[in-house]
């Protein structure tokens, strides 16, 4: 672990990043398990293995694109980074300080640093509240600003995203989708945090609209210095706003790299089959690899050994009966996978 | 996409007044629902004047009288004019069924509230309501007021209590809904106190079926208690309510049907046009709730 | 490219097709004057984002508009030489899984959750041809073969919560080809499955496609699916058709400006990482269309005209656009 990062670290500083080599979030070993209860007495009879052991690094000014399909644990990882849910065990690391166990009042303050846009444009929004009073809750909950200073401050924020002070007064439901996205971000920013979790925040979005905010997110990282991670489920997406890229399969991470080498060389099978399965908008090419068979096992009952074996094209004996453990194939490119297990060692 | 593209999911909101007018103009129901109902409240607050004579006034030489110029729909056994009655029963009625609703409702939303946010509240507060909602609402009631005594605000405790757990039930469900949505975990992730969360982000949302329902609690109250006081266990004798005046009417039913008809008469309007405003509330609230959340 | 248009060879034909929505807060012209055409056993994509009228074309097509508040104003849909919109009921029924199939978005509200797949799929087929009930539910699972669902003789029992997206997608496809239809017209039939299942379902597609022989209507507002999927694409836009063709010309030389401009703002998997290019503004809602050429507020290459009058449509050689550009009395022209 050391090694990787002083690797890593000595890797940033040649390619010239200017971001901190300061990592602000540390994930290590992360488990978040959903008991399944039965019984008149609720008796837990088994558990959804949503995060089973995930650790992952965020380096300050970076972004960090977290991909994977349904069921992957995604969607957990982020409410758990953000103490929405209780972590069962592992630790995530914010700015020096354990989160898992930080004490209410800590917690609090830790949530001016944090915050979430939301992947529904339409429900992110209380739609019986003034866009006003939505971007400026954040500041009515933390900061003791009188209402005029938080109105301004609130003001400041839309101007930020493109949107102006008139809005205001109007209600939710008076945006098209891109605008409340929009709203949704300048709520995320109104605290100026450190960290931003963006879920999904362009897939419910019409495509014309999409790149507006992805532009706006990258314009508003290099503004603000803000650091993100960034939840999508196709890798299209993420390859234009990710600095590096974690793919996350059953709860697991089956490969972590920089965005650059995962998309000229991803090693790990679901990787390369999630690349092959995104269609291309060019008539000519043609579908390169194999299309996946079967569906993503649930993750109630994971498959024995690599969770992956069951529907890779490249399954070896040993991979039905041991678990991979992810193992650095190239500096700061991680990849759980027998294939390259015995490369490293 | 849907096949029936949502208007700017927007025009809900408008004006509360222009909504409401143009509600009216659609529904036919409500429309006339809300006539009767502005009817009714109309006799209750102008009761002394319209009523034409004093309905406590016992004139035993003019009783059973059938209806006349002088006892517009007769008299009673005792000689009270029954129109006067009816009019001032009125009173009772409304105020009844006013206190009815807000009680349950006040009581019945902080339980349906607590429950529908806090699992282990739900797991206990729920048992006790259904077990509550098993019993027939009349015999529950019934069962009160014998156990308290028939005094006017027994009949409104005893009510109450029967429908605090509808609407808590009918609240706990739009909070279970509501809780799952992005903006109360929004709200969480800002770092907003759970009481905050409920009251700001969550029981605004719960408007729209509670007011609904209201009308029918209404209805039903009346309802109620015209039965209770028609069984004796209700209001006392001494103040005319539509159930008293019909318990007087049981004995006289083939020598002065008066009695009990036109105390019924008007439970009938009045629960009509309870049920008529309250149909028509909730097919025009449904289906833009459904777009809007 | 000539394309000599027999008649026979036309399976579908939609003439002006205008269906509004009569609502209280206006009119929505959700299809305001469409026009395109399906040849036998041809892919044809209809692309566009929300509010551009795609779903509701494809719902008229079944005449599965509800009809308060929607109303087929004017325009003909011309299915095997029949104009659709004046057929009786009953004699839609008949057209209706027979001759023309729909599968649609959400798999989850498609299939009845207290029926088995297999009955359901048996129901399809009971009621277009008469067979018995045992027999229907053989050729129920004959169907689920067909679609390549694993272990077809037990999943036939089984209810649809037990199956996963992309297993009962295959279902409601197999429910669409029971009476092997002439067309086949899907609705973003896989914008809510995962990347990788949605490969599977396109590619089970294209493959049924070719064994059925039927043609297929896909709707999409993925123009990585139009890439793969389709012969020919439509781009819809406000209610109309901004721009038609094969799907070589149409990606090779996108005539609109708002084609144009959809290819170089999506992000792609080919193109090198960086900042993207965008369409301005928002896509409007139905309920407010701009006035005269609809993309007019978002188009970086509106004159004067484009905001007062719609643009008349060119078209040759089976290539269509409606835009002022290409107007020969505006100095355009292709």
């Known amino acids: ?67 994977g399909e349904s069921g992957c644990g995604k969607t957990t990882l982020a409410r758990v980074v953000l103490c929405l849910l209780q972590a069962d065990s592992g630790s995530v690391v914010f700015d020096g300080q354990d989160i898992v166990r930080a004490a209410p009042d800590d917690l609090r303050r830790l949530r001016r640093q944090m915050q979430i846009i939301f992947q529904d444009p339409f429900s992110s929004l209380n739609p019986r509240m003034k866009v006003g009073s939505i971007i400026s809750e954040p500041l009515k909950i933390h900061t003791k600003l009188s209402r005029p200073e938080r109105l301004a401050r609130a003001a400041e924020s839309l101007e930020v995203v493109g949107l102006g002070p008139r ?36 897939s419910a979005l019409d495509v014309s609209i999409q790149s507006q905010i992805l532009n706006l997110l990258r314009q508003l990282q290099q503004d603000f210095g803000l650091t993100y991670i960034f939840i999508a489920h196709g890798l299209n997406v993420i390859k234009h706003v990710s600095d590096r890229v974690a793919v996350m399969y059953l709860g697991k991470i089956v490969e972590e790299a920089p965005a650059d080498n995962v998309f000229r060389t991803p090693m790990h099978p679901y990787t390369q089959a999630l690349m092959a399965a995104i269609p291309v908008p060019n008539p000519a090419a043609r579908r390169i690899g194999v299309t996946l068979e079967g569906d993503v096992p649930s993750p109630l009952n994971p498959p024995p050994g690599c969770r992956f074996h069951t529907r890779c094209a490249q399954v070896m004996p040993v991979c039905s009966v041991e678990e991979p453990v992810s193992c650095e194939v190239s500096p700061g490119h991680r990849v759980a996978c027998h294939l390259f297990g015995d490369a490293a060692r | 996409m849907a096949t029936v593209p949502a208007p700017a999911k927007g025009k809900i909101r408008r004006s509360a007044l222009a909504g409401g007018l143009r509600a009216l103009r659609r529904s036919k129901m409500m429309t006339l629902g809300l006539g009767i109902m502005s009817l009714v409240c109309l006799v209750a607050l102008l009761a002394p004047w319209i009523a034409t004579h004093d309905p406590l006034y016992l ?65 206990v507060v729920m048992r006790v309501m259904d077990g509550l909602m098993a019993f027939p609402t009349t015999l529950l009631a019934i069962a009160m007021m014998a156990a308290l005594g028939a005094r006017m605000s027994n009949v409104i405790i005893a009510l109450s209590i029967v429908y605090i757990p509808r609407v808590a039930r009918v609240v706990r469900g739009v909070v279970l809904t509501v809780r799952e949505l992005a903006y109360v975990e929004a709200a969480v992730a800002i770092g907003a106190p759970a009481w905050k969360i409920m009251l700001f982000h969550i029981l605004p949302n719960c408007l729209d079926p509670i007011i609904v329902q209201s009308s029918f609690i209404f209805a039903q109250s009346v309802l109620s208690e015209a039965a209770l006081s028609y069984l004796g266990v209700g209001i006392p004798p001494w103040i005319p309510s539509w159930g008293n005046i019909m318990t007087g009417g049981r004995l006289f039913i083939n020598a002065a049907p008066w009695m009990t008809w036109f105390p019924g008469l008007a439970i009938i309007i009045c629960v009509l046009g309870l049920n008529l405003f309250g149909d028509g509330l909730r097919d025009l609230v449904d289906p833009r709730l459904r777009g809007v959340l | 490219m000539a394309i000599t248009e027999s008649a026979d060879q036309r399976l579908l034909e939609i003439n002006e097709l205008q269906t509004h929505f009569f609502t209280d807060d206006g009119v929505l012209p959700a299809v305001d004057g469409v026009s395109f055409h399906i040849d036998r056993g041809e892919t044809l994509c209809v692309v566009g984002e929300s509010g551009c009228g795609k779903s509701v074309t494809a719902h008229s097509i079944m005449q599965l508009v509800p009809t308060p508040p929607g109303r087929y104003v004017s325009g003909s849909i011309n299915f095997e030489g029949r104009n659709l919109l004046e057929l009786t009921r009953e004699e839609m029924r008949q057209v209706r899984g027979r001759e ?43 169907a689920l073969r067909l679609v390549k669902v694993p272990d ?16 009962r997608q295959r279902a409601m496809i197999a429910m669409a080809l029971s009476c092997r239809p002439k067309l086949l017209i899907a609705d973003e039939p896989t914008t809510a499955l995962d990347v990788t299942v949605q490969a599977q379902i396109l590619e089970l597609i294209r493959s049924l496609k070719a064994e059925v022989g039927m043609a297929v209507m896909l709707i999409t507002h993925d123009l990585g ?76 290459e509106a004159m004067d005209i484009c905001r007062e009058e719609p643009p008349p449509a060119t078209s040759k050689d089976g290539r269509y656009v409606a835009c002022w550009l290409y107007d020969a009395g505006q100095g355009g022209g292709k």
């Open chain 1, 167 to 202: 809005d205001l007064d109007r209600y939710p439901h008076e945006f098209s989708g891109g605008q409340r996205q929009r709203i949704g971000i300048a709520r995320a920013l109104v605290l100026r945090p450190k960290l931003i979790l963006c879920d999904e925040p362009v």
């Open chain 3, 225 to 300: 699916v139009v890439a793969e999927m389709a012969q020919r694409v439509v781009v819809m836009y406000g209610g109309k058709v901004a721009e038609q063709g094969t799907v070589g010309e149409v990606f090779a030389e996108p005539l609109h400006p708002y084609t144009r401009g959809l290819l170089s703002c999506i992000p792609r998997l080919d193109q090198e990482r960086g900042e993207l290019q965008i369409i301005s503004g928002q896509v409007p809602s139905p309920l407010r269309f701009p006035t005269g050429c609809r993309f007019h507020p978002r188009c970086p």
């Open chain 3, 100 to 142: 023309i199939a729909m599968v649609f978005q959400e798999p989850m509200t498609s299939l009845n959750p207290v029926h088995t797949v297999g009955r359901q799929i048996a129901e399809a087929v009971r009621l277009h041809r008469s067979e018995s009930k045992k027999e229907a539910l053989v050729m129920a699972e004959e």
């Open chain 1, 1 to 67: 672990m050391m090694a990787a990062s002083a690797v890593e670290g000595v890797a940033a500083v040649e390619q010239g990043t200017a971001a901190g080599s300061e990592y602000l979030l540390r994930i290590d070993n992360l488990v978040k398990y959903f008991p399944v209860r039965a019984g008149a007495l609720g008796r837990a009879v088994n558990y959804v293995r949503a995060v089973d052991g995930v650790s992952l690094g965020v380096k300050s000014g970076q972004t960090l694109g977290l991909v």
């Open chain 3, 152 to 167: 077809p003789h037990r999943r036939v029992h089984e209810f649809p919560h037990q199956l996963s997206g992309g297993m």
């Open chain 2, 59 to 123: 004139d035993p030489m003019n009783r059973l009288q059938a209806p006349g110029p002088d006892n517009w729909l007769g008299t009673d056994d005792v000689g009270r004019d029954v129109f006067s009655r009816v009019v001032y029963g009125s009173r009772v009625s409304l105020l009844v069924g006013a206190l009815v609703v807000l009680s349950s409702n006040l009581i019945g939303t902080l339980i349906g509230l607590m429950s529908g946010y806090y699992d282990k509240v739900d797991k």
